[in-house]
T-cell receptor, first 115, second 114 residues
Framework: AQSVSQHNHHVILSEAASLELGCNYSYGGTVNLFWYVQYPGQHLQLLLKYFSGDPLVKGIKGFEAEFIKSKFSFNLRKPSVQWSDTAEYFC?????????????FGAGTRLAVHP | DVKVTQSSRYLVKRTGEKVFLECVQDMDHENMFWYRQDPGLGLRLIYFSYDVKMKEKGDIPEGYSVSREKKERFSLILESASTNQTSMYLCASIPRDRDNQPQHFGDGTRLSIL
């Protein structure tokens, strides 16, 4: 069965530190890749997405992610985090299968950024 | 702009009750999805539907059923609610085979089963 693994459940950083959140998926076919963010008490928001083309994608708020097909990975990065980046981050993979698609989420990574 | 509307933001029900969660989208999307979100578990797919009267089990369908009588509406049914179904429920939709668009999510229904 398809699955998405996020390596870190909790990450604690100081402001200005660099961030990398890991995401791996298990599916050999065509996929679309997403990172969502959920700020405390708020709804899911799309941070960035990869459909095709350049495997390095840039999203909102200075985030970027790199799709490495050979590693089945889509890691999220930010060079310098801010306190306002404190949130939960979800990696998601959309499996394209026949006449329909299916979006599968990882368990999430809670990021706490200390001033 | 696409709108996915979930009928209730907060809902409190009792154990054993039959519970209906409604989701409506206004963009003629074929594919609709129900997830539940729990701390430490992320979003887990309960059921999805790729057309009217069509349904597919997701990863955790036990204790749930769904109904898709009209294209715009996808209902999640808890046949006999139990306390372990207390959760945040999210509905989403997307056009079929549109692999250049993200899913559109509703605001969620926070369901408490007492």
């Amino acid at each position: 069965a398809q699955s998405v693994s996020q390596h870190n459940h909790h990450v604690i950083l100081s402001e200005a530190a660099s961030l990398e959140l890991g995401c791996n998926y298990s599916y050999g076919g065509t996929v679309n890749l997403f990172w969502y963010v959920q700020y405390p008490g708020q709804h899911l928001q799309l941070l960035l997405k990869y459909f095709s083309g350049d495997p390095l994608v840039k999203g909102i708020k200075g985030f970027e992610a790199e799709f490495i097909k050979s590693k089945f990975s889509f890691n999220l990065r930010k060079p310098s985090v801010q306190w306002s980046d404190t949130a939960e981050y979800f990696c998601a993979v959309r499996v394209l299968s026949g006449g329909y698609n299916k979006l599968i989420f990882g368990a999430g990574t809670r990021l706490a950024v200390h001033p | 702009d696409v709108k996915v509307t979930q009928s209730s933001r907060y809902l409190v029900k009792r154990t054993g009750e039959k519970v209906f969660l409604e989701c409506v989208q206004d963009m003629d999307h074929e594919n609709m999805f129900w997830y539940r979100q729990d701390p430490g578990l992320g979003l887990r797919l309960i059921y999805f539907s790729y057309d009217v009267k069509m349904k597919e089990k997701g990863d955790i369908p036990e204790g749930y059923s769904v109904s898709r009588e009209k294209k715009e509406r996808f209902s999640l049914i808890l046949e006999s609610a139990s306390t372990n179904q207390t959760s945040m429920y999210l509905c989403a939709s997307i056009p079929r085979d549109r692999d250049n668009q993200p899913q559109h999510f509703g605001d969620g229904t926070r369901l408490s089963i007492l």
